[in-house]
Structure formats: structure tokens, C-alpha cells
């Protein structure tokens, strides 16, 4: 699976055929969904990289999900909640200890920002080795999780003392509700994820990092906040943009995490559902946190 967060990917996406789990289903004479060339999950495609997976030699004919019982060694939902809860779980812990031991005062504070930008920094690098590895690597992204963890507790920290009271407590409320909010509406049916929704989410996330990219530039070398895309009346807008992406980016996830169960990924793939959704439940708390410090700011 190819991760459908704004930053990284994983597999899921195929380079060639775009999303492959779009309820692809073969042709009249033409080939089983199994054996196609859109499905990263059969086990019979040519560069298929679970071609020596045996559980993913299900019978997926006319696109319906296999009616076997699942076998040990394919991913279930219990396996990718249970890894997701795992890499949450050590992010909280670490941001936890982070705002506890790294304090903001104005004698600490530019050793606690360097040591969480090194942090962000690591992780990142992180982030992108896992996302170019065949294989997931569980180690690398409880590591991942644990260094965004530290970084997140001392931004978290800095917003709450100094510049909005109670801002972390409203970003974790904030966060916890799209996540509920998206779920339902993705079960229910209200979300349709399919192609268009893919280019439409993905077209405007790249445009939306290339406008803090710019506003980002602007800063550093004019000062102030660049082009302004992240205080006052834009920064709200551009909040409120971030937060819709993430849900956008969740619904995507959660389609993947859908059809990688259906088209039999092998168990270890869970770890890269919980690696794409931890990434995405970030981006969503940083955006609360940013709009909530900005219309405290505003008061």
C-alpha cells in the first residue's frame, strides 16, 4: 500500500494504473480482478510485490472480496488497529515526556526547539526511508512515531504556555472528532472514494504545501510570516484547508486499509496502514493546534 497522506506514499497506488483498489473489476473476457494489472494484491501479476504472498491467491473473481475465512498470515483490521494503537500509543508517550522534561520557559526554550526540530527532522528522514522500502520495517516506524511524538509535545507545549491556554487539549478534541466524523461518513457510505476523489485531493494538497513552501521561503528571508498564509484571516482559511485535507486524506487511508483486507496483503502490510494513519492524524493535530493558537490570538 502506498500511503495517500501529503507527504509520503506506500504501496496501493500503482505507479501505472493509479489506484488499484477502486473497485476494480475484470472486463467480459478479460482478466480476474486476482490477476490484473491495477490489483497490488494478486498473486499472479507480474511485478507483483506480494507475488510469493500465498494468501493473497484468493478468488477475487467479478471484484467481490474473498468469502474465505482469513488465513494467519494475511493483514486483518484487528492487525492494523492494533499497530495503529502501537505507533499512537508510543507517540503519546513521548510527547508526553517531552512537554514534562523539555521546558519552554525563557531560559530553556531554544534547547527544547532544537532539540524538537531535530527531532521533526529525523523523523522525517525516517518517514522517507520507509517510504521507499519494499517492506515495512516495524522498528523504523515505532521510531518514526517516538521522535514526532517528542516534537509534537514541545510545539504543543510552547502553544499552550505561551501563546493559547488549553490549545492541545482543543487540537486532541478537534483531532478525535474528524477521525470519528470521517469513519462514519466512510462507512455509511456519504464518502465515495474512487479515482476523481484521489486526483482532486491529492492535486490540491500539492497545491496547498507549495503555498506554505513559498510562505515558508518568505519568512525566512523577509521576516515576519511571509506572505501572511499563516496568521489573521488567511491563516484561518488556510487552517480550515489543512483540517479538510486531512479528513480527505483519512477517507483515502481508510479505502486502502479496506482493500488491502480484501485483496489479501500479508499481515506485516498492517504496519503501513498504521505508518500512513498516524501520519495523517498528525497533519490534522497541527493544523487544530496552528487555528486554535490563531483564533485565541485573534481574541
Not at 512537554?99 to 531535530?118: C, H
Not at 529525523?122 to 521507499?132: D, R, T
Not at 514526532?148 to 478537534?174: H, P, T, W
Amino acid at each position: 500500500m502506498r500511503s495517500s497522506n501529503p507527504v509520503f506514499s506506500r504501496r496501493g497506488f500503482s505507479r501505472d494504473n493509479g489506484y488499484a483498489g477502486f473497485n476494480t473489476a475484470p472486463q467480459a473476457g478479460g482478466t480476474a480482478v486476482g490477476t490484473q494489472p491495477g490489483n497490488p494484491y494478486a498473486g499472479q501479476q507480474a511485478g507483483n510485490p506480494y507475488a510469493t504472498n500465498p494468501y493473497a491467491q484468493q478468488d477475487l473473481q467479478h471484484g467481490a472480496p474473498p468469502q474465505a475465512p482469513v488465513s494467519t498470515g494475511r493483514m486483518t483490521m484487528d492487525d492494523v488497529v492494533m499497530r495503529t494503537a502501537t505507533t499512537l500509543g508510543v507517540l503519546i508517550v513521548t510527547a508526553a515526556l517531552a512537554w514534562a522534561l523539555l521546558p519552554v520557559d525563557d531560559a530553556n526554550i531554544g534547547r527544547s526547539y532544537g532539540i524538537a526540530i531535530g527531532s521533526a527532522l529525523v523523523a522525517m528522514v525516517l518517514g522517507l526511508v520507509q517510504s521507499f522500502k519494499r517492506k515495512p520495517s516495524p522498528a523504523l516506524i515505532v521510531t518514526y512515531a517516538a521522535l514526532e511524538g517528542v516534537f509534537l509535545g514541545v510545539v504543543s507545549n510552547v502553544v499552550d504556555n505561551r501563546i493559547a491556554s488549553g490549545a492541545a487539549m482543543q487540537a486532541v478534541i478537534g483531532t478525535l472528532a474528524v477521525f470519528a466524523a470521517v469513519l462514519v461518513a466512510y462507512k455509511a457510505g456519504w464518502i465515495r472514494v474512487n479515482r476523481r476523489f484521489y486526483g482532486f485531493v491529492i492535486a490540491a494538497a500539492l497545491g496547498f504545501m507549495l503555498l506554505m513552501a513559498v510562505n515558508l521561503l518568505f519568512a525566512v528571508f523577509g521576516g515576519g510570516d511571509g506572505l501572511g498564509f499563516r496568521s489573521g484571516g488567511l491563516g484561518i482559511l488556510f487552517g480550515v484547508i489543512g483540517i479538510l485535507l486531512g479528513a480527505c486524506f483519512l477517507a483515502l487511508d481508510f479505502k486502502q486499509v479496506e482493500d488491502g483486507i480484501a485483496y489479501g496483503a500479508p499481515r506485516e502490510e498492517a504496519w503501513l496502514a498504521a505508518f500512513g494513519l498516524t501520519m495523517t492524524l498528525v497533519w490534522i493535530y497541527l493544523e487544530f493546534l496552528r487555528l486554535v493558537a490563531i483564533l485565541q490570538g485573534n481574541d
